[in-house]
């Protein structure tokens, strides 16, 4: 069972190079989210998507694209990167939220480390 | 706008004593739930708490406890007899009921526990 997996785990780009990270999950959940990490800053939401097709925006979009094709992918591109975007990004998904349950808890990738010279 | 403080940036102790690490939250909404986050060393996040703003009720797992009160918006995380292996970063986290559970995280306190 592997959860929620990220690729790739480490990568290095030039200013200016565009890249996509993979966000791939196989518990069938309905929302996906991307998270960036930077230290002292806590994760701070980018985009997020609460269904196949369909994304949003989080409290920091800028500089960042996403896509959500098929139900267990979520992908987040950078058009070109900037040495701002140097960071370690998160994926998770949950269960969409009920009457009964409320919030339900976010099951993390393992991260994916983002260096931008 | 919903905002989480985690004032603490770094806490050492030492093996075997009890340590808290403070939440303080804001929200407009009444029902909401709070989180808390472990990340170690290696890096990944681990889920150890969900609470409803409807459940005042203290919980207690093991070493862990937490205390939630409504009128101080106070999440409070208590390690006791702490361990080598609890060091690590706390985050504590809020996630209003129409924000289609989006997490708003604190900036982390990093818990160092030395033998």
């Known amino acids: 069972n592997a959860g929620v997996t990220q690729t790739p785990k480490f990568r290095v780009l030039k200013t200016g190079q565009s890249m996509t990270l993979l966000c791939a999950q196989d518990?069938?959940?309905?929302?996906m989210y991307w998270y960036r990490q930077d230290p002292g800053m806590g994760l701070r939401l980018i985009h997020y998507s609460v269904g196949e097709g369909t994304t949003a925006k989080g409290e920091v979009p800028d500089g960042y694209n996403v896509s959500r094709l098929k139900k267990q992918n979520f992908l987040l591109g950078l058009e070109s990167a900037a040495p701002s975007q140097t960071s370690v990004y998160f994926c998770?998904?949950?269960?969409?939220?009920?009457?009964?349950?409320?919030?339900?808890?976010?099951?993390f990738g393992a991260g994916s480390r983002l260096t931008v010279l | 706008a919903q905002k989480v403080t985690q004032a603490q940036t770094e806490i050492s102790v030492v093996e075997k004593e009890d340590v808290t690490l403070d939440c303080v939250y804001e929200t407009r909404d009444t029902t909401y739930y709070l989180f808390w986050y472990k990340q170690p060393p290696s890096g990944e996040l681990v889920f150890l708490i969900r609470?409803?703003?409807?459940?005042?009720q203290n919980e207690i797992s093991g070493r862990y406890s937490w205390n939630f009160q409504k009128s101080t918006s106070s999440f409070n995380f208590t390690i006791t007899a702490s361990q080598v292996v609890d060091s690590a970063v706390y985050f504590c986290?809020?996630?209003?009921?129409?924000?289609?559970?989006?997490?708003?995280f604190g900036k982390g306190t990093m818990l160092l526990v030395s033998p």
């Open positions: 998770a998904s949950s269960q969409r939220p009920s009457d009964l349950t409320g919030a339900n808890v976010l099951t």
């Open positions: 986290a809020l996630s209003e009921n129409s924000g289609y559970s989006t997490l708003t």
């Open positions: 609470r409803n703003s409807f459940d005042e």
């Open positions: 518990m069938n959940h309905e929302y």
